[in-house]
């Protein structure tokens, strides 16, 4: 595609539930990030998926928080059992990885998760 | 500790105006330094970036951005400011060897016309 995509754009759910967002990175970027952005805050690192590397996990906040990437492409990022403090905008990067030189990461318009 | 200050979290300049950013860091390796901008309702796009060389880059929008190994800052400036520059600005900083870039919290800039 044209850009990395995330959906949906927006989603609200009842404490407790379980939510599970998407991206899709740019084709051909064997990297891919996810953030979250807390209204007033920077961007918090998540997870980074590299290839067929084992991601790293060292930015998830607690194991309600999980995310796969199947086929080296689409990544879906899960919060279980959700608390009000997981609302935020969550945004995917993904660039084009591993390389001589660093490589732009392109972001997604984020899906903005309100959680009731 | 690794970390990225923006001192201001808050900037208004007239349209026309020059404008300076102020981005310092923290780093332990040879950092890579970069400016995103997020306009409303639009995700973080790439101003410019920083890896080596010319200590003056420049990026797109007319901005651009010097850094400075001994101040460990990189500063992001735009001579004239224009309206659609009004939008929030983050640096981060990386290295080759780390992908996970480290956040600054972000300057939201206004612009009066």
């Known amino acids: 595609g044209a850009g990395v995509s995330q959906s949906p754009s927006n989603k609200v759910t009842e404490k407790g539930k379980d939510v599970e967002l998407r991206c899709d990175p740019i084709?051909?970027?064997?990297?891919l990030y996810w953030y979250r952005q807390s209204l007033g805050q920077g961007l918090e690192f998540l997870i980074y998926f590299q290839g067929n590397s084992a991601p790293d996990k060292s930015g998830l906040p607690s194991d309600r928080f999980s995310a796969e990437r199947t086929g080296g492409s689409v990544s879906t990022l899960t919060i279980q059992r959700t608390q009000q403090e997981d609302s935020a905008v969550y945004l995917c990067a993904s660039s084009r990885g591993e390389g001589s030189s660093y490589n732009e990461q392109f972001f997604g318009p984020g899906t903005r998760l309100t959680v009731l | 500790a690794q970390s990225v200050t923006q001192p201001d979290i808050h900037i208004t300049v007239s349209e026309g105006a020059s404008l300076e950013l102020r981005c310092n860091y923290s780093?332990?390796?040879?950092?890579?330094l970069f400016w995103y901008v997020q306009s409303p309702g639009q995700g973080l796009q790439l101003l410019l970036k920083y890896f080596s060389g010319d200590t003056l880059v420049q990026g797109i929008k007319g901005f651009e951005a010097e850094f400075k190994r001994s101040q460990s800052s990189f500063n992001l400036r735009k001579p004239s400011v224009h309206w659609s520059d009004a939008a929030e600005y983050f640096c981060?900083?990386?290295?080759?060897?780390?992908?996970?870039?480290?956040w600054g919290l972000g300057t939201s800039l206004a612009v009066n016309p």
């Open positions: 084709s051909g970027h064997t990297a």
């Open positions: 780093y332990g390796a040879t950092p890579y």
């Open positions: 981060a900083v990386g290295s080759y060897n780390n992908r996970k870039l480290i």
